[in-house]
């Protein structure tokens, strides 16, 4: 969480004079800090707004450690597609042929390890092999030939449903062996005891937050070595104690439940590598530099095509991690398997932050986006209310995300 | 009936910060053909923009008297009711339409029941298209045709609608010589049927060719009417109405040392990406290390073009020619490979084609070169700050942080990020194409400053530039170019801005 307005370090800003001159663009800065970190941290408000809701609507019981554990594994398969999409659209692009990716990639599993009775890791890394594939012929064609990716893709969707049902001959495939079903649903719990609760689970998660904590205060003594602006030392410990405490009670409620999901491990290590890939690598910058002024980045140097390429590729490798997971939680693969899919990921860029025009987004901000429509449909299930109505909420929510992020544009431009 | 179809009297047209217009007059006799002349940026397209209507009576101060009455305008179909139709630079057609379907759009002929009725307009355009020459069906799409017959039914078109004033921005600007001659045929046809042409260019030979008066604008003001009968409409004279301006803006001084030679080319030429003429034909220059060159030329005259085909082939194509870096001849296919050889391009357009204007300064800055702040693919993000704070400090941008974001800087700002991304990529020759257009008089002077610097430690600097107050002040040798070919190098002793000027219009058959 690097959304807390940076306090200006008083021995930084001493040293420039500043006449009435800088002082003057000092103040309209402000006001694009504060805009900008409300289009990043809008986000973050509406997800906590929408948590404490379902939790009054529902006396708490969306709180429960059971449903709490349900809401990861229930949609940990859209965070993944989210994840590779976010890259996709702040590159300027869309892929709608997740879902049929999805669906082959299962499909291709379930027939090797269900039909043919191979080991479970074959079918996984069969599936792996699959996705990659798909995001080359994918990219190829988006980079290379030049087609626009909405049309690539929206053949993509029709092309991988139709092989998923040739693969499959139109017959669902079940069930898998154990081992394979892990994969979504196992747990690892139970390894050093602990009295009513899993001790595994909390030690985890209590490295996690010791981690982070640790590289926060690197990252800050770095800061501090280049002179950068940096939050002052007792706000960060808060920030630190704060992130600490969410993050411990969401592994209380997970200890006294079923304890850490692998899914879970999956999904965080993702998180971490693709956040450090799209903010921390000349690639992921590349991205954001195409997104931004495609001729501008062509003009700087970066190599477009291999870029998009890369990015079909990784989206292709994505759908088949998520592949694997919806298979793997289903129990077999079906035909019809991940048919909607792409919409949700979709939904969860764009509700995260990210711009149509590309250019803007993030990793974080595209899973907290799907996470919030996840909260809300676990909400609303609970709640008993009408699939129908559900439909109506989800598409509603996404109109207002991109209609704030239209008005906030809106705004920053005119103030220019 | 008055002698004067047109008078514009005391036209004055402000935009924020900016007078485009002062007290401009322009009167224009029945049935004459008028040029009007002057530099990039001197009011010519504005002043044609008050007059077909698109800037409406009320933004602009003046008076338009139209066949002797006062007209007013409040867009361009008043000023095309009137039969004043505008034909802009930039063509107006629709590629996938028809020419009879381009030729009546907007002005549809409908026949019962208010549908159109396409046999009466296929009838009505062939005759438009036999009326301008052009021997084409009327239902062939437009995109089919090249430019210069586009140009001729974009003539159709204003003849439809009864056109009795007829202005045409830069007609010849993308046209080959025998489309040119042709347009000015027509031109010339059209005056004998009684339809007045305004007609504004750089070709001045084509301009003494075909006008019967000439107006010459310089800064947003009228500095004088020529008249062929009274024997004035000479190239000189017009060249001379042109430039003739003090130098306004001042140079800092500079000491002038060039050294070896950096880069030459020889031989360069590049053809249109879609059309098929040559932007650039066999152009050669060489520059030197600590050696501002200049390159002078009119709109049009590949100026860009020849920078961005250098700069990794990123315009045009079947691009020939040799590239010499430091002696040693180089082929950079790409713009990757033009860095890495040690040349850098900032583009005319910084926000088209220069800056990340949703990014901040640090990204900015650090585009071009961001291998250099990386180690096995991972950036270095407070190297990288630390690299922008330096250029923000070097380069006096004015922004409370390198997290500014780019778009919301003014122009002179967002030159000198353009100027911070490519002096850290370390070049050894850095092409400038327009460095302060569009940026105010302190800005401009501070980017000079920059140029000296670079070329006090041995950098060669490129500046392409339409001012050539701006050529005079800050080069050590100037090349002109004119329709694709170098037509002239003057060391900057012996330049001025006439016979710069002269060598800018020169024409391709005088050149040989």
Same mark, same amino acid.
């Given at each position: 969480?690097?959304?807390?307005?940076?306090?200006?370090?008083?021995?930084?800003?001493?040293?420039?004079?500043?006449?009435?001159?800088?002082?003057?663009?000092?103040?309209?800065?402000?006001?694009?800090?504060?805009?900008?970190?409300?289009?990043?941290?809008?986000?973050?408000?509406?997800?906590?707004?929408?948590?404490?809701?379902?939790?009054?609507?529902?006396?708490?019981?969306?709180?429960?450690?059971?449903?709490?554990?349900?809401?990861?594994?229930?949609?940990?398969?859209?965070?993944?597609?989210?994840?590779?999409?976010?890259?996709?659209?702040?590159?300027?692009?869309?892929?709608?042929?997740?879902?049929?990716?999805?669906?082959?990639?299962?499909?291709?599993?379930?027939?090797?390890?269900?039909?043919?009775?191979?080991?479970?890791?074959?079918?996984?890394?069969?599936?792996?092999?699959?996705?990659?594939?798909?995001?080359?012929?994918?990219?190829?064609?988006?980079?290379?030939?030049?087609?626009?990716?909405?049309?690539?893709?929206?053949?993509?969707?029709?092309?991988?449903?139709?092989?998923?049902?040739?693969?499959?001959? %139109?017959?669902?495939?079940?069930?898998?062996?154990?081992?394979?079903?892990?994969?979504?649903?196992?747990?690892?719990?139970?390894?050093?005891?602990?009295?009513?609760?899993?001790?595994?689970?909390?030690?985890?998660?209590?490295?996690?937050? /010791?981690?982070?904590?640790?590289?926060?205060?690197?990252?800050?003594?770095?800061?501090?070595?280049?002179?950068?602006?940096?939050?002052?030392?007792?706000?960060?410990?808060?920030?630190?104690?704060?992130?600490?405490?969410?993050?411990?009670?969401?592994?209380?409620?997970?200890?006294?439940?079923?304890?850490?999901?692998?899914?879970?491990?999956?999904?965080?290590?993702?998180?971490?590598?693709?956040?450090?890939?799209?903010?921390?690598?000349?690639?992921?910058?590349?991205?954001?530099?195409?997104?931004?002024?495609?001729?501008?980045?062509?003009?700087?140097?970066?190599?477009?095509?291999?870029?998009?390429?890369?990015?079909?590729?990784?989206?292709?490798?994505?759908?088949?991690?998520?592949?694997?997971?919806?298979?793997?939680?289903?129990?077999?693969?079906?035909?019809?398997?991940?048919?909607?899919?792409?919409?949700?990921?979709?939904?969860?860029?764009?509700?995260?932050?990210?711009?149509?025009?590309?250019?803007?987004?993030?990793?974080?901000?595209?899973?907290?986006?799907?996470?919030?429509?996840?909260?809300?449909?676990?909400?609303?299930?609970?709640?008993?209310?009408?699939? %129908?109505?559900?439909?109506?909420?989800?598409?509603?929510?996404?109109?207002?995300?991109?209609?704030?992020?239209?008005?906030?544009?809106?705004?920053?431009?005119?103030?220019? | 009936?008055?002698?004067?179809?047109?008078?514009?009297?005391?036209?004055?047209?402000?935009?924020?910060?900016?007078?485009?217009?002062?007290?401009?007059?322009?009167?224009?006799?029945?049935?004459?053909?008028?040029?009007?002349?002057?530099?990039?940026?001197?009011?010519?397209?504005?002043?044609?923009?008050? /007059?077909?209507?698109?800037?409406?009576?009320?933004?602009?101060?003046?008076?338009?008297?139209?066949?002797?009455?006062?007209?007013?305008?409040?867009?361009?179909?008043?000023?095309?009711?009137?039969?004043?139709?505008?034909?802009?630079?930039?063509?107006?057609?629709?590629?996938?339409? %028809?020419?009879?379907?381009?030729?009546?759009?907007?002005?549809?002929?409908?026949?019962?029941?208010?549908?159109?009725?396409?046999?009466?307009?296929?009838?009505?355009?062939?005759?438009?298209?036999?009326?301008?020459?052009?021997?084409?069906?009327?239902?062939?799409?437009?995109?089919?045709?090249?430019?210069?017959?586009?140009?001729?039914?974009?003539?159709?078109?204003?003849?439809?609608?009864?056109?009795?004033?007829?202005?045409?921005?830069?007609?010849?600007?993308?046209?080959?010589?025998?489309?040119?001659?042709?347009?000015?045929?027509?031109?010339?046809?059209?005056?004998?049927?009684?339809?007045?042409?305004?007609?504004?260019?750089?070709?001045?030979?084509?301009?003494?060719?075909?006008?019967?008066?000439?107006?010459?604008?310089?800064?947003?003001?009228?500095?004088?009417?020529?008249?062929?009968?009274?024997?004035?409409?000479?190239?000189?004279?017009?060249?001379?109405?042109?430039?003739?301006?003090?130098?306004?803006?001042?140079?800092?001084?500079?000491?002038?040392?060039?050294?070896?030679?950096?880069?030459?080319?020889?031989?360069?030429?590049?053809?249109?990406?879609?059309?098929?003429?040559?932007?650039?034909?066999?152009?050669?220059?060489?520059?030197?290390?600590?050696?501002?060159?200049?390159?002078?030329?009119?709109?049009?005259?590949?100026?860009?073009?020849?920078?961005?085909?250098?700069?990794?082939?990123?315009?045009?194509?079947?691009? %020939?020619?040799?590239?010499?870096?430091?002696?040693?001849?180089?082929?950079?296919?790409?713009?990757?490979?033009?860095?890495?050889?040690?040349?850098?391009?900032?583009?005319?357009?910084?926000?088209?084609?220069?800056?990340?204007?949703?990014?901040?300064?640090?990204?900015?800055?650090?585009?071009?070169? /961001?291998?250099?702040?990386?180690?096995?693919?991972?950036?270095?993000?407070?190297?990288?700050?630390?690299?922008?704070?330096?250029?923000?400090?070097?380069?006096?941008? #004015?922004?409370?942080?390198?997290?500014?974001?780019?778009?919301?800087?003014?122009?002179?700002?967002?030159?000198?990020?353009?100027?911070?991304?490519?002096?850290?990529?370390?070049?050894?020759?850095?092409?400038?194409?327009?460095?302060?257009?569009?940026?105010?008089?302190?800005?401009?002077?501070?980017?000079?400053?920059?140029?000296?610097?670079?070329?006090?430690?041995? #950098?060669?600097?490129?500046?392409?530039?339409?001012?050539?107050?701006?050529?005079?002040?800050?080069?050590?040798?100037?090349?002109?170019?004119?329709?694709?070919?170098?037509?002239?190098?003057?060391?900057?002793?012996?330049?001025?801005?006439?016979?710069?000027?002269?060598?800018?219009?020169?024409?391709?058959?005088?050149?040989?």
């Amino acid at each position: 969480m690097t959304t807390a307005p940076p306090k200006l370090d008083k021995s930084a800003t001493a040293g420039e004079a500043a006449p009435a001159a800088a002082l003057h663009t000092g103040t309209s800065d402000l006001r694009s800090l504060v805009s900008r970190n409300l289009r990043q941290s809008g986000i973050y408000v509406a997800f906590v707004v929408i948590v404490a809701l379902v939790a009054i609507l529902t006396d708490g019981l969306s709180l429960n450690p059971t449903n709490v554990t349900n809401i990861v594994l229930q949609y940990s398969y859209i965070l993944i597609l989210a994840i590779g999409m976010v890259i996709v659209i702040i590159a300027g692009h869309i892929d709608l042929s997740v879902g049929s990716v999805v669906a082959l990639t299962g499909a291709v599993s379930a027939t090797l390890v269900i039909k043919q009775g191979m080991p479970w890791w074959v079918g996984i890394l069969a599936a792996l092999a699959v996705g990659l594939a798909i995001g080359a012929w994918q990219g190829f064609w988006v980079a290379y030939v030049g087609i626009p990716a909405f049309i690539v893709t929206l053949a993509g969707m029709l092309l991988f449903r139709g092989l998923a049902q040739e693969v499959l001959h %139109s017959v669902s495939l079940s069930p898998f062996p154990p081992a394979y079903g892990k994969v979504a649903t196992g747990f690892l719990n139970g390894l050093i005891g602990g009295n009513g609760y899993d001790a595994f689970t909390l030690l985890i998660f209590a490295l996690a937050v /010791l981690g982070y904590a640790f590289s926060s205060y690197r990252t800050r003594v770095a800061r501090v070595r280049y002179q950068q602006p940096v939050e002052s030392f007792p706000l960060f410990v808060l920030r630190v104690v704060v992130v600490a405490a969410v993050v411990m009670w969401f592994a209380w409620q997970l200890a006294h439940a079923r304890g850490l999901p692998i899914v879970l491990i999956i999904l965080a290590v993702l998180i971490l590598a693709y956040g450090v890939l799209t903010k921390r690598t000349v690639f992921g910058r590349q991205v954001y530099a195409i997104g931004g002024n495609l001729a501008a980045a062509q003009l700087s140097g970066v190599k477009v095509k291999v870029v998009n390429f890369w990015i079909f590729v990784n989206m292709g490798f994505l759908a088949g991690v998520a592949g694997v997971i919806f298979s793997s939680r289903s129990n077999g693969a079906q035909p019809g398997a991940g048919n909607m899919f792409e919409l949700d990921a979709i939904a969860a860029c764009f509700i995260g932050g990210a711009a149509v025009t590309g250019g803007v987004g993030t990793v974080v901000g595209a899973v907290v986006g799907g996470l919030l429509v996840a909260v809300m449909s676990n909400g609303m299930q609970l709640l008993g209310v009408d699939q %129908s109505i559900q439909s109506v909420v989800k598409g509603l929510v996404l109109l207002l995300a991109v209609a704030f992020d239209v008005y906030n544009k809106r705004r920053a431009g005119a103030s220019r | 009936m008055a002698e004067n179809i047109l008078e514009m009297r005391s036209i004055t047209k402000t935009f924020p910060g900016v007078k485009a217009l002062e007290n401009v007059n322009l009167d224009v006799r029945r049935g004459e053909i008028h040029a009007i002349c002057g530099e990039n940026g001197a009011g010519k397209s504005t002043l044609m923009k008050v /007059l077909s209507g698109v800037y409406p009576t009320g933004t602009y101060d003046g008076e338009i008297l139209y066949d002797g009455a006062p007209a007013s305008f409040g867009g361009i179909r008043d000023s095309e009711h009137l039969g004043i139709v505008i034909i802009h630079q930039e063509l107006a057609l629709v590629p996938y339409l %028809s020419i009879a379907e381009n030729i009546f759009l907007g002005n549809e002929r409908r026949g019962r029941g208010g549908l159109i009725d396409w046999n009466l307009a296929n009838a009505e355009a062939a005759k438009l298209l036999q009326s301008v020459g052009l021997d084409e069906y009327p239902v062939t799409p437009v995109g089919q045709l090249g430019v210069g017959k586009q140009q001729l039914v974009e003539i159709a078109k204003a003849l439809s609608k009864d056109v009795r004033l007829l202005i045409l921005d830069e007609p010849t600007a993308a046209l080959n010589d025998t489309d040119s001659a042709h347009l000015l045929g027509l031109l010339r046809r059209l005056k004998e049927r009684g339809i007045t042409s305004i007609m504004i260019s750089h070709k001045l030979n084509e301009i003494t060719a075909i006008a019967d008066r000439v107006t010459v604008i310089r800064d947003g003001k009228t500095v004088e009417t020529l008249s062929l009968a009274a024997g004035e409409v000479t190239q000189e004279r017009i060249i001379r109405g042109m430039v003739g301006r003090d130098l306004e803006s001042f140079y800092p001084p500079r000491e002038s040392s060039p050294g070896d030679e950096v880069m030459r080319i020889e031989d360069w030429t590049v053809w249109h990406p879609s059309q098929d003429r040559k932007v650039v034909d066999g152009a050669a220059f060489s520059v030197r290390a600590g050696e501002v060159v200049g390159i002078a030329g009119l709109m049009g005259a590949g100026r860009t073009e020849l920078a961005m085909s250098v700069f990794g082939r990123s315009y045009g194509r079947n691009i %020939s020619g040799r590239l010499f870096m430091h002696g040693k001849e180089v082929r950079p296919r790409n713009v990757a490979e033009a860095i890495d050889a040690g040349i850098a391009y900032a583009t005319e357009d910084r926000k088209k084609y220069g800056l990340n204007l949703i990014e901040d300064i640090r990204t900015n800055v650090s585009a071009a070169a /961001l291998e250099k702040l990386s180690h096995g693919g991972f950036v270095n993000g407070n190297e990288e700050i630390k690299v922008a704070e330096d250029s923000r400090k070097g380069m006096n941008i #004015k922004a409370p942080s390198v997290m500014s974001i780019v778009g919301k800087l003014s122009g002179g700002n967002q030159q000198k990020v353009v100027l911070s991304k490519w002096l850290f990529t370390d070049p050894d020759v850095l092409i400038l194409d327009e460095p302060t257009r569009g940026i105010d008089v302190g800005a401009k002077y501070e980017i000079y400053t920059i140029v000296n610097r670079l070329v006090a430690a041995g #950098k060669a600097v490129v500046i392409i530039s339409s001012e050539l107050p701006e050529l005079l002040g800050t080069c050590d040798r100037i090349y002109t170019l004119s329709a694709g070919r170098i037509t002239g190098e003057v060391p900057v002793e012996q330049a001025t801005q006439e016979n710069l000027m002269a060598l800018m219009t020169k024409e391709r058959e005088l050149v040989a």
